[in-house]
């Protein structure tokens, strides 16, 4: 029985590995942002009724959630890690929001983001390096990008909160200038 159960446990640890270095390795490890910071990022953009906000790498729905249930949003939530789409899903189903908010099973970097008005993000500087592009290709411009912690290279911040390290990013319309480093007139989406 003692086998069984040890053999069981370290089956456990394996999955549970997996699943943890699986949503790491693209971009969204699960580190979860206080409900402070949540507040901050949603405040810092402006989110409203109007507004459709997308969380990349959404983990346990606390974005989604509060976007929806204090600021009136509709949110999706896009999560790789099941486990964590699961409990994103409890979450939105206790706080009877089931109408306004979605989580998407999936990786980010395959989802269609051009319905997001809103983009909150809290990945590591390689996945925002990759993002960028799907970003300023997909979503219209006037669509704002909130990212806590990591920056966008050669994208200057609309406005950051240095002492939080929120960073509100505005996607440039086509006669708008480039969000790039200063001098450089190229359009910023993909031919």
Same mark, same amino acid.
């Given at each position: #029985?003692?086998? $069984?159960?040890?053999? !069981?446990?370290?089956?456990?640890?394996?999955?549970?590995?997996?699943?943890?270095?699986?949503?790491?390795?693209?971009? !969204?490890?699960?580190?979860? /942002?206080?409900?402070?910071?949540?507040?901050? #990022?949603?405040?810092?953009? *402006? &989110?409203?009724?109007?507004?459709?906000?997308?969380?990349?790498g959404s983990g *346990? @729905?606390?974005?989604? $959630?509060?976007?929806?249930?204090?600021?009136?949003?509709?949110?999706? @939530?896009?999560?790789?890690?099941?486990?964590?789409?699961?409990?994103?899903?409890?979450? %939105?189903?206790?706080?009877?929001?089931?109408?306004?908010?979605?989580? $998407?099973?999936?990786?980010?970097? =395959? %989802?269609?983001?051009?319905?997001? /008005?809103?983009?909150?993000?809290?990945? +590591?500087?390689? &996945?925002?390096?990759?993002?960028? !592009?799907?970003?300023?290709?997909?979503?219209?411009?006037?669509?704002?990008?909130?990212?806590?912690?990591?920056?966008? *290279?050669?994208?200057?911040?609309?406005?950051?909160?240095?002492?939080?390290?929120?960073?509100?990013?505005?996607?440039? @319309?086509?006669?708008?200038? +480039?969000? =790039? &480093?200063?001098?450089?007139?190229?359009?910023?989406?993909?031919?």
């Amino acid at each position: #029985m003692a086998a $069984v159960l040890g053999w !069981a446990l370290i089956a456990l640890a394996l999955v549970s590995g997996v699943f943890l270095l699986w949503s790491a390795s693209i971009g !969204a490890g699960w580190q979860p /942002t206080s409900r402070r910071k949540v507040r901050k #990022m949603l405040e810092m953009c *402006d &989110a409203g009724p109007s507004d459709v906000v997308y969380d990349l790498g959404s983990g *346990d @729905g606390r974005i989604i $959630v509060e976007a929806a249930k204090t600021y009136h949003a509709r949110a999706v @939530g896009v999560e790789a890690d099941p486990i964590r789409v699961l409990l994103s899903r409890f979450a %939105v189903g206790v706080h009877r929001l089931k109408g306004q908010v979605r989580v $998407v099973w999936g990786n980010f970097f =395959h %989802v269609d983001l051009s319905e997001a /008005t809103v983009v909150t993000l809290f990945l +590591s500087k390689g &996945a925002n390096r990759r993002l960028k !592009a799907k970003l300023l290709s997909e979503l219209k411009p006037g669509a704002r990008v909130v990212s806590y912690v990591w920056t966008f *290279d050669d994208w200057s911040p609309t406005s950051r909160d240095s002492k939080d390290e929120i960073s509100l990013y505005v996607v440039p @319309g086509r006669d708008l200038p +480039s969000p =790039h &480093a200063a001098g450089e007139t190229a359009d910023p989406r993909p031919a």
